[in-house]
């Protein structure tokens, strides 16, 4: 699979993070998945792509030509696609993706996560989405979308597209067991 994932830039954070994130990228490569990501040499994305790198795995950055400056893009990807626009990247990484993982990050990450959740539930794609709840960090968000489903403002089909996973093994046990095509989403097209 070709599995996309959408995290923090900042190597600002906890480290925490970025070592449950180098976890995830290695084990994502022991897998034989490819990881498809923003490009970034930093934060969450370049935990990724150095825990891929460590095992030979194969990895696909995207990212407009503007960032192309001197440590902020990963230097080791197999293969490397420069986009004109943010919104050009955002649709190539949706595009050649089989499944998501949304790791903690900030507004960009957000905004990802809820595009590629609404194009999920409105039958645009029926790949497969998970989050990785490292530390508790989507705790929040969990109880905010029950909240949307106990309200009616969304159905638990949809509340079930995105599940939280505080293990990286069983995450990509879940993207693996439901990759696109594996399961019936007609019900999607009738919800939300």
Do not use: W
């Amino acid at each position: 699979m070709k599995i996309c994932l959408y995290g923090a830039s900042s190597n600002n954070i906890d480290k925490i993070y970025i070592e449950a994130t180098e976890k995830l990228g290695e084990e994502l490569a022991r897998r034989g998945h490819t990881l498809v990501f923003g490009g970034g040499a930093a934060g969450l994305m370049g935990a990724a792509a150095r825990g891929c790198t460590k095992e030979n795995g194969k990895i696909i950055g995207i990212s407009p030509k503007f960032f192309d400056v001197d440590g902020v893009l990963y230097d080791k990807c197999t293969e490397f696609i420069y986009t004109e626009t943010m919104r050009e990247r955002k649709q190539l990484l949706e595009d050649m993706s089989d499944g998501f993982i949304v790791m903690p990050g900030g507004p960009g990450t957000f905004d990802e996560l809820f595009e590629t959740l609404a194009l999920r539930q409105l039958g645009q794609h029926n790949k497969p989405i998970a989050i990785f709840n490292i530390n508790g960090y989507y705790n929040p968000l969990g109880e905010m979308l029950k909240v949307a489903y106990t309200g009616g403002f969304m159905t638990k089909e949809v509340l079930d597209l995105a599940p939280l996973f505080s293990d990286e093994t069983q995450l990509l046990r879940y993207l693996e067991d439901n990759r696109e095509g594996t399961g019936d989403f007609s019900v999607l097209k009738t919800i939300g």
